[in-house]
């Protein structure tokens, strides 16, 4: 894999919108030609080049380029939105929208990313080895569409409404969430390995949310129904296993009623 190095030498003053920064739009380009490509900061257009410092070359296809982006990027957005192959590495903390609308391929953020991490994901493999800011893995304000595909792990903390909308994929949060998590959730896997606060599967309708900690208030509408034994990112231990939300909506499968699943460590 061929590898492309930007590095921020000019800090915008307000924030700047990245949607460029993917192996998609860096393959078969030179070091000029990626220097050219717009990004936005508010209303204004600029060249991506008048903020970094560009070296390296592009594999020619996304499959084969890797894109590092160095410096204080907690004003950069969009870094790997609708990417679709090859790799990015993250050497910092990131602002909003890392990852969002993301087919295919993997991210890697040395550090922490800020709100609506993972919008939207379709696939590939996102790891934050920092923490996550609030609506982790979630639809965008109005739609009904979250998370599809793909993994998502956190090494740290999540904010709150993690997974909401979701409808597949699997979230992975090595730390505590706050609260809302799975709100609305229609399928995939959310692993808390800490602890959550409240209205953790809050119109819950399907899918799996699994909880190593506590939930420190649990939705009325879950049913507690038996323990089982589960092995889970390769941790084996004993859940309480709850039902629910039971005042949602659910299908049927074969004639029985579909309903989330809520493990809890016992």
Known sequence: MSTVELTLKQQPELYLETEKITPDSFAGKSADEIAALDVYEGNLTHKLGDFFTISGTP?????????????????IKWIGAKMTAGKVIVDSNTDMYTGAFMEGGEIIVNGNTGHFTALGMKGGNIH???????????????????????????????????????RGGEIIIG???????????????????????SKVGGQMVKGEIIVFGTIDVMMPGFAHRDNIDLEVDGAKATFKRFEGDLGERHPKSKGKVIYGQLYIKA
Not at 64 to 72: N, Q, R, S
């Open 128 to 166: 934050i080895k920092g923490s996550a800011g609030n609506y982790l893995g979630a639809a965008y304000r109005g739609d009904w569409r979250g998370m599809m595909g793909g993994v998502l792990r956190v090494d740290g903390d999540a904010g709150s409404d993690v997974g909401t909308f979701m």
């Open 59 to 75: 594999g020619q296809t996304a499959q084969d380029t890797v894109i590092k982006v160095k410096g204080d990027l907690l004003r």
């Open 175 to 197: 730390g505590n969430t706050d609260v809302h998590v799975g709100t609305h959730q229609e399928g995939g896997k959310i692993v808390v390995k800490g602890n959550a606060k």
